[in-house]
């Protein structure tokens, strides 16, 4: 009887033996754990890492640059005046276009962008086709001082013609498209295909010359606006 408690004695200190074992282990494993945690939450100087230390990439979306690259708008100037069609400028004056002349390193806030064709006249009667990154439209018009012009269809969101109440000039068409104006400007009526005539040796032109000769000077701003689309 005695051997058998005695048994029993060291049976139940094992098991107590074994049982402490096991929560200390368990207790090392908690600890263990928070350690980990607290480590992964740390912050470097220079931000969040991952578990081997090293930073965390952003997840932010990239973002572009905040202005566009130098030449983007002296390029956009260059494709404007060689968009339009020499022989559609040629259509409106009597000396012979041998080209385009603008200046190729123009940019903002130097605009307005100018397209110029020099006629053989000379004497700077030229051919002018105004272009401007901006809604000028109502400007442009206004500064003819001849009222709100006469409407143009198929050039742009907006065409109008206007004449002066002389009607010796030949008119000025101003359109836009989106927020690109154009303004065509024809040299003196003498250098110009426009129908005229010249009683008392003042010119005049009718108001039906004046429509079909602005129909004309509107197709420079819509070879303009096709090299937008």
């Keep these: 009887m005695a051997l058998n408690a005695f048994r029993e004695l060291i049976g139940a200190k094992r098991v107590k033996g074994i049982v402490g074992g096991f929560a200390m282990v368990a207790m090392a494993t908690v600890l263990l754990a928070g350690c980990s945690a607290g480590s992964s939450n740390a912050t470097s100087p220079g931000g969040a890492t991952g ?4 930073p965390i990439a952003s997840t932010a979306p990239v973002g572009t640059s905040a202005g566009a690259s ?9 494709r404007y005046c ?3 069609k020499l022989s559609d400028a040629q259509a409106l004056v009597k000396g012979t276009l041998t080209g385009v002349q603008f200046d190729a390193a123009l940019r903002p806030p130097a605009e307005p962008f100018d397209c110029t064709f020099p006629t053989s006249t000379g004497g700077g009667d030229n051919l002018d086709v105004t272009l401007t990154q901006a809604d000028t439209f109502t400007q442009s018009v206004a500064d ?3 009222g709100a ?3 143009l269809t198929g050039v742009g969101d907006k065409a109008v013609w206007v004449q002066d109440a002389t009607m010796a000039n ?3 068409v101003v359109a836009i498209k989106g927020s690109l104006t154009c303004r065509v400007t024809a040299p003196p009526t003498e250098n110009t295909t426009i129908e005229y005539a ?3 040796g003042v010119d005049q032109i009718t108001s039906a010359a004046a429509a079909a000769y602005a ?3 509107a197709i420079l701003c819509k070879d303009v606006f096709d090299a937008t689309s």
């Design 51 to 54: 578990p081997t230390g090293a």
């Design 70 to 78: 130098a030449g983007d708008s002296s390029s956009d100037h260059a």
């Design 82 to 84: 060689n968009a339009i």
């Design 144 to 146: 003819q001082n001849a």
């Design 149 to 151: 012009g006469t409407p």
């Design 170 to 172: 030949a008119p000025i």
């Design 198 to 200: 010249a009683p008392n």
């Design 215 to 217: 129909q004309k000077m």
